[in-house]
């Protein structure tokens, strides 16, 4: 917000630590990190038409999801912003995070986590500032509201080819 008004801006994804990019925050440490903790204040809304996942597979490819909200063509993931100063420019930058939560049913079928998707009415809520943050807003969207759409084929078992005659063979 600047000047109590809201705007839509471009940020970079993923806060950069020593050792890692955190490309999304565990709704279960934004109390208890004080990374996440100190950045409560900081909330923002990421608009998406869907998302993709991998999932992990032993082996091979790994199959390629779309995952959207039924009946709507824009969804708000919850986040959180801070500014952050890119060590190969010595620029501010602002930069995000998506919260995440346990996966529903469905998603638990591809990946271990879940983007928390708020509800259009929630907007509001998730952005005013206030004393207490309304982690309330943060819960899993319902198995029946998620699609998902296989966009890569999925893995297939290897075939095993008859074996190969040599020009002697059978002589």
């Known amino acids: 917000m600047k000047d109590g008004e809201r705007q839509i801006v471009e940020m970079r994804w993923g806060f950069k630590f020593s ?8 709704s279960d440490k934004l109390t208890t990190s004080p990374f996440w903790r100190e950045r409560l204040t900081q909330r923002c809304i990421v608009p998406a038409s869907s998302m993709l996942k991998w999932k992990k597979t032993a082996a ?12 709507r063509h824009v969804l708000g993931m919850a986040g959180l912003w801070g500014p952050w ?23 638990s079928e591809i990946h271990d ?3 928390i998707i708020l509800e259009p009415r929630e907007y ?6 206030g004393d207490r943050p309304p982690l309330h807003l ?3 969207l319902p198995d029946e509201n998620l699609e998902i759409d296989l966009l890569s084929p999925l893995p ?10 040599g020009l002697f063979d059978g002589m």
């Open 85 to 107: 100063i890119n060590p190969k420019t010595g620029q501010w930058e602002d930069t995000f995070a998506i919260i995440t939560d346990d996966p529903n049913t469905k998603m």
């Open 156 to 165: 297939t078992e290897p075939t095993k080819s008859p074996p190969q005659r």
């Open 138 to 140: 943060l819960r899993i």
């Open 124 to 129: 509001a809520e998730w952005l005013n500032e």
């Open 19 to 26: 050792d890692r990019l955190a490309f999304n925050a565990r």
């Open 113 to 115: 986590r879940q983007a």
């Open 60 to 71: 091979g490819p790994k199959p390629k999801y779309r995952l959207s909200v039924k009946g």
